[in-house]
């Protein structure tokens, strides 16, 4: 491992609207300083020591992100998609922003595979733009723990300039009446929400108003986020295929104030899960309209095993046609095997035996 000086670089996070949110305390950055530093460093480091000098034929930033804990695989995926960061000075360029997310708790293996996941993060410049954005989004999340967690859901929010796109989307939510605790919510689990033009994040919540969500609940936020993924003509393709399936418009906005999430699906995912609880489960459309949280549960991995062991329960009549369909796809993993499985082990030997193949079946 390379034996750095470094240097502890205090900085203020930048100011964020007064409304509810107190202001981030200083945080303490840790990083190298500057490449003569490391050469020092280099020098008096002690024979033994694990630093790894590149062979003739590797390329110095190969050889620097082995070091780092990055595995072959992961160094290929990330030069592949990122390939000017063969071109990068390790130590003046890529170390900084590694020593960053390190100070930050994030173990090696943590940073290697969100760095693979956003590669360009690694020549964005560190104190205007990397730093920044990272303490706009403590500053409003509160805590460190918060704020990885954001930026594991999206590394790329930390490329942006929070300022201009962000902090514009956030004082709209808070304009309307949005909850402080919503807004963060969002920004942990969503943050890809807020970076998009104001006017059309204004539009958005117009329109996500005029369909009766009310901005004290967090569906407010979630329908926002819904809509601000798709286009508008991605979401009218969607509402022709609930259409096609028998949900009259007033059922669909039923659904989706229910469960935003309903919209989210593909249009291939939608036709997918309707096609299975109305033909082979013999469901009626308006049944799933009104639990719409079905549509978001995964067709092989969850609704098809679950689905075939209904199946067999209701041929076997130990089951009822109307027992609780969202329990019996949307509980746990135990639950499930405890209310429909175990029960039924004596009289339906073959039982578990055939969940578990739709169960494998679903991974291949």
Not at 122 to 130: C, P, Q, W
Not at 222 to 238: D, E, H, I, Y
Not at 295 to 316: E, M, T
């Amino acid at each position: 491992m390379l034996l750095l000086r470094r240097i502890i670089v205090v900085r203020q996070p930048s100011s964020v609207f007064a409304h509810g949110f107190s202001e981030s305390p200083f945080k303490s950055l840790r990083y190298s300083s500057t490449s003569s530093g490391i050469a020092s460093s280099l020098k008096s480091a002690s024979p033994d020591s694990n630093s790894v000098k590149p062979e003739n034929n590797e390329k110095p930033v190969i050889v620097f992100f082995e070091n780092h804990g990055f595995s072959k695989t992961q160094i290929s995926e990330l030069v592949k998609k990122f390939p000017q960061v063969l071109s990068a000075n390790p130590e003046k360029t890529l170390l900084p922003k590694l020593l960053f997310f390190q100070s930050k708790g994030l173990s090696s293996p943590e940073i290697a595979k969100l760095v693979c996941g956003f590669p360009s993060i690694l020549t964005r410049s560190l104190d205007r733009k990397i730093i920044p954005a990272f303490d706009y989004i403590q500053a409003l999340l509160q805590t460190e723990e918060k704020t990885i967690a954001s930026i594991k859901r999206f590394l790329g929010i930390l490329t942006w300039d929070l300022q201009i796109y962000a902090r514009p989307n956030v004082e709209t939510l808070i304009q309307i009446g949005v909850p402080d605790s919503k807004i963060a919510t969002i920004l942990q689990y969503q943050p890809r929400v807020f970076l998009i033009n104001n006017v059309r994040f204004k539009e958005i919540v117009e329109e996500v108003k005029e369909m009766g969500f009310n901005p004290l609940r967090l569906n407010f936020v979630l329908a926002v986020f819904a809509m601000r993924a798709m286009s508008k003509s991605t979401w009218r393709k969607k509402v022709e295929v609930y259409k096609k399936w028998g949900w009259p418009e007033e059922e669909i906005l039923f659904a989706f104030r229910r469960h935003p999430w309903c919209m989210m699906a593909s249009e291939d995912k939608i036709n997918g899960v309707m096609d299975f609880f109305v033909n082979k489960l013999g469901c009626e459309p308006s049944y799933i309209a009104k639990r719409p949280a079905l549509i978001s549960l995964s067709l092989k991995k969850r609704i098809v095993p679950r689905g075939s062991v209904y199946q067999v329960l209701l041929s076997k009549g130990l089951i009822k046609k109307d027992v609780n369909l969202p329990f019996l796809f949307e509980s746990a993993e135990n639950r499930f095997l405890d209310k429909f499985i175990d029960p039924h082990k004596k009289l339906i030997p073959g039982l578990l035996k055939l969940y578990k193949k739709k169960l494998v079946d679903a991974k291949r």
